[in-house]
């Protein structure tokens, strides 16, 4: 059963291979979804990462909340 998470407070400099390297530590990621902002085209700080497994997302969960990246928690 996969399970999407909502990935927040996301710096702007942020992309989708950074965030599919973070979650991957944790679990099998099956897909990144990075929000763009349709006329700018850039990222709006925020994003979705389906993981493969739900022991996968709480362990990213658990290891991620709260964690600095690209300096913003």
């Given at each position: 059963m996969n399970t999407k998470l909502f990935v927040g407070n996301l710096s702007y400099n942020t992309t989708q291979n950074q965030l599919q390297d973070l979650f991957a530590a944790h679990g099998n990621v099956i897909e990144v979804d990075l929000i763009m902002d349709k006329f700018t085209?850039?990222?709006?700080?925020?994003?979705?990462?389906?993981?493969?497994?739900?022991?996968?997302?709480?362990?990213?969960?658990?290891?991620?909340?709260?964690?600095?990246?690209?300096?913003?928690?």
């Open positions: 085209g850039r990222p709006r700080g925020f994003g979705f990462v389906t993981m493969e497994t739900k022991e996968g997302a709480d362990a990213a969960i658990q290891a991620l909340h709260g964690k600095s990246v690209d300096g913003r928690a």
